[in-house]
């Protein structure tokens, strides 16, 4: 671990910082804390967030717990408990829900072609290579997981991909690269000088808690906020037919 991440460790302990200081040098260990490799590591960066982590910690917090198993599930378990009581103390007015995992697990809502398309679109973006298929398979068996989806009578993602043949990939596939386009329009027309409202902007920063939960949940948290723009964008394809 670098320096600089050593000393954000230090002065999370001590409860040195506030505001937005603690927010941006969190966010530094919560990416450390998703690529961490062993429970060594993480328990280190655990110990600061432990002490001065945020509401902000609380969806990478949950998806390492799913990630890690029953060894460092207490570990989380205390922390999220410790980051709640804070936030109450501070007068926070967040559901009680936002501290359980249903919270942060997603629904599917589409159909079963479309969930594949889903899964085959975010593994093609985020390995960006033809040869995906065992990315797929993992993500996909996550998925279904996460977002209880009924694949009977397949008893796992594998052989649900292998037997499903009514489903257009590239037609779906094109539908989230049109989302992706369009979002970056209308960054353009931000970036002009043209701002969203505040409630708009609220909404928006918990919509990304919920896919800060998944790209921590599927692993992919190396290109973190792009990865994060993904899984939104992917979003397109689970509505209702």
């Known amino acids: 671990m670098k320096a600089y991440q050593q000393q954000i460790i230090r002065e999370m302990r001590e409860g040195r910082l506030s505001g937005s200081e603690l927010e941006e040098k969190e966010s530094v260990l919560l990416q450390e804390l998703r690529c961490a490799a ?46 709640a009581q804070r936030a109450k103390g501070r007068g926070s007015r967040l559901p009680s829900d936002y501290y359980t995992l249903q919270h942060w697990q997603p629904q599917w809502q589409g159909s079963k072609t479309r969930f594949l398309s889903y899964v085959s679109a975010i593994a093609d973006i985020v390995v960006k290579n033809e040869d995906n298929d065992e990315e797929v398979k993992r993500i996909g068996n996550i998925l279904v997981k996460e977002m209880q989806v009924d694949i009977s009578p397949y008893n796992n993602f594998q052989d649900f991909k292998i037997c499903i043949h009514d489903w257009d990939f590239e037609e779906d596939y094109k539908l989230v690269l049109d989302r992706m386009e369009q979002e970056r329009l209308v960054e353009e027309i931000e970036d002009a000088g043209l701002r969203e409202s505040w409630n708009t902007f609220f909404a928006d920063h918990l919509l990304n808690l919920k896919y800060d939960y998944l790209v921590t949940r599927l692993g992919i948290a190396d290109k973190f906020e792009y990865h994060q723009f993904v899984l939104k964008m992917a979003e397109c394809l689970n509505i209702s037919e």
């Open 38 to 83: 062993d429970e060594k590591e993480i328990r280190e960066l655990c110990s600061a967030i432990a002490v001065s982590g945020s509401i902000l910690s609380v969806p990478c917090l949950f998806a390492l717990m799913q990630n890690w198993g029953d060894g460092l599930k207490p570990l989380f378990e205390n922390i999220i408990k410790g980051i």
